[in-house]
Antibody
């Protein structure tokens, strides 16, 4: 079935790095833009980044621009989020989500999320 | 950047109709998507492109969008509809998606 499975979360000290992965299955990965969306404890949803179906375009929220990098390996059906210079305010559940189009649109499939805690 | 405004909470009795609004400047010119999130779970898309329902979403869920307000309507509300609901659009100025702050639906 159509599925997204995130991994790579954990507890990390401020200033350190972490890489999240999202394994996709059950659909043609190369037909969809892919997103990362996060949710801080008790807060609402915050979009983080998007990568176009072919990796040609990448956009970031201002809060992570210059620190986070989104990428994808279409040969492995996997999405990544490299997070550098982590801050306490980056603490959140990180979801990967499939876009309904090659870039923009809605998020029609979500992973179960992976928790990232930034704390000393 | 584009701002979406939702009421923090809406309460409704079982069997009644719930309406959750999402306000934004000329939001009627944009495509609005709605997500349901139950505690401890990932969001689920319930309405996309203003009024389309993904497969598996009950017909009780419907959407509309005009002027400065988009509305998610849930008819014949059930206890299982209790959740947080988020609206989302794509901001053409920043070329970013934007979420509303979310509305907690309580079934009395």
């Amino acid at each position: 079935q159509v599925q997204l499975v995130e991994s790579g979360g954990g507890v990390v000290q401020p200033g350190r790095s972490l890489r999240l992965s999202c394994a996709a299955s059950g659909f043609t990965f190369t037909n969809h833009g892919m997103h990362w969306v996060r949710q801080a404890p008790g807060k609402g949803l915050e979009w983080v980044a998007v990568i176009w179906y072919d990796g040609s375009n990448k956009y970031y929220a201002d809060s992570v621009k210059g620190r986070f990098t989104i990428s994808r390996d279409n040969s492995k059906n996997t999405l990544y989020l490299q997070m550098n210079s982590l801050r306490a305010e980056d603490t959140a559940v990180y979801y990967c989500a499939r876009g309904t189009t090659v870039g923009r649109g809605a998020f029609d499939i979500w992973g179960q999320g992976t928790m990232v805690t930034v704390s000393s | 950047s584009y701002v979406l405004t939702q009421p923090p909470s809406v309460s409704v009795a079982p069997g009644k109709t719930a309406r959750i609004t999402c306000g934004g400047n000329n939001i009627g010119s944009k495509s609005v998507h709605w997500y349901q999130q139950k505690p401890g779970q990932a969001p689920v898309l319930v309405i996309y492109y203003d009024s389309d329902r993904p497969s598996g979403i009950p017909e009780r869920f419907s959407g509309s969008n005009s002027g400065n307000t988009a509305t998610l309507t849930i008819s014949r509300v059930e206890a299982g509809d209790e959740a947080d609901y988020y609206c989302q659009v794509w901001d053409s100025t920043s070329d970013h998606p934007v979420f509303g702050g979310g509305t907690k639906l309580t079934v009395l």
